[in-house]
């Protein structure tokens, strides 16, 4: 996984859309409903169906009240 964090918001990169959210939660501190999310690259399976030949990747940014 990687992460880069600017501000009130990250970047994420995970095996899954539901990891990279979830890691990006724990990392800001918020709820999921506290943010909004935008996919910058889906998942791509690799060979025969396995995972991680293109991890997802998504921006979090933290929503203002």
């Not at 996984?1 to 918001?9: L, R, V």
């Not at 791509?44 to 991680?52: Q, S, T, W």
């Amino acid at each position: 996984m990687e992460e880069k964090q600017q501000g009130n918001s990250i970047e994420v990169e995970a095996g899954s859309l539901e990891e990279a959210i979830q890691k990006a939660l724990e990392v800001l501190c918020v709820k999921r409903q506290e943010v909004s999310i935008k996919v910058l690259n889906e998942e791509k399976k690799g060979l025969f169906g396995m995972e991680g030949a293109t991890p997802t990747k998504i921006k979090v940014t933290i929503k203002k009240t």
